[in-house]
């Protein structure tokens, strides 16, 4: 069985709203025939050469990675620059490069869910939420006939979704009275004959955002030169917090711990790296309540202490802000690396292809983690790891 390069993109789309990307971010397709066939998906954290190479030795015609390739602006793809060689590669082997990035890390489930749960806590609300966009509610106006098709191109677009339900309308049917002027040119009628016909309301709702992509999608498949339609802004239904949109999660410990014996946890869960995993705080505090946030998280210490939990997770951590935030009281924190806090959205990627598109998708077992040494800790043992470690993930 094969679907299409476009179809996959769609897939992931809807797990992974482009919409919940932060503004700097640079997320969806970045190389590749949307209409050309898949079998076979490869997914990872990073493009790099070698990523890229082993995509296409396992016969991938889709790379699926969380960092973007094209994040920064560049002013050449040349095959003779590092990315530009990366994409040069992947085209003429005919594998298409699709990221998944700030949209993967607040979407529900995305990559903050699956770093809490393979950490023993249960995923709740946000760090820092989605920010409220609202909704409008369309009612549109329409012929009978062409109902179906109008509500068609507005799904497209992206109306018609609540909660867990998309697609969703409600149609009141009615009557249409006009009279076209001298100027028009009528789909139903003539100039100067006033009309009756059999119209459908359409009331269906979409995220304000997207009002003008759904306003372009009605004009195109509307059958009239001048549709009839309302826009009437409206709050967004209240969310259950623990199923809300946003980065970082907060939830309650399995069982609760020391904090030396959360670190050891962490260590022994996570893939293993030569950064290793760094803990700050009293090693005998008792661990109740965690707050994540895959990758580069200082800006959230506020936020998790704010939050009252007693320990947060995250990465890439500077000296001054987590000694600032322990001197405040704040919870205990746990430093790991980039690379190892968001790698378990690998496989929760991999798996949710292969269950919707009913196709082969699998995590390529290479290490993308930048740091090849790590010397002189008090916590390393003669050997080299880290004294505690447990061997939660290769080594190489």
Known sequence: MSVTVGEIRDLLDRAYPPQLAEDWDRVGLICGDPAAPVDRVAVALDCTDAVAEAAIETGAQLLVVHHPLLLRGVSSVAADTPKGRILHRLIRAGVALFAAHTNADS????????????????????????????????????????????????????????????????????????????????????????????????????????????????????????????????????????????????????????????????????????????????????????????????????????????????????????????????????????????SPWCAAAAALIAERAGIAAEVLDIRTDPWTLAAGGRGRAPDGPAAGAGDGGPRR
């Open 107 to 342: 979407a529900r489930p995305g990559v903050n869910d699956a770093l809490a749960e393979l950490l023993g806590v249960r995923p709740g609300r946000p760090l820092a939420p989605t920010p409220d966009p609202g909704l409008d509610l369309w009612a549109v106006k329409v012929p009978a006939g062409d109902a179906d098709a109008v509500a068609a191109a507005l799904f497209d677009a992206g109306a018609g979704a609540i909660g867990d339900y998309d697609r969703c309308r409600f149609d009141t049917a009615g009557t249409g009275r006009f009279r076209p002027g001298p100027g028009a040119r009528p789909h139903i009628g003539a100039a100067g004959v006033e009309e009756a016909v059999a119209e459908t309301k359409l009331e269906l709702v979409a995220p304000r955002p997207a009002r003008a992509r759904v306003l372009a999608a009605l004009r195109a498949a509307h059958p009239y030169e001048e549709p009839a339609f309302d826009i009437i802004e409206s709050a967004a239904p209240t969310v259950d917090p623990d199923r809300a949109t946003g980065l970082g999660r907060i939830g309650e410990l399995d069982r609760p711990m020391a904090f030396r014996d959360f670190v050891a946890r962490v260590a022994e869960r996570l893939p293993a790296t030569e950064w290793g995993v760094r803990g700050a705080g009293d090693p005998d505090r008792r661990i109740r309540t965690v707050a994540v946030a895959s990758g580069s998280g200082d800006s959230f210490l506020g936020a998790a202490a704010a939050a009252g939990v007693d320990a947060f997770v995250t990465s890439d951590l500077r000296h001054h802000p987590v000694d600032e935030a322990l001197r405040a009281g704040g919870p205990c924190i746990v430093d790991t690396a980039h690379w190892a806090s968001e």
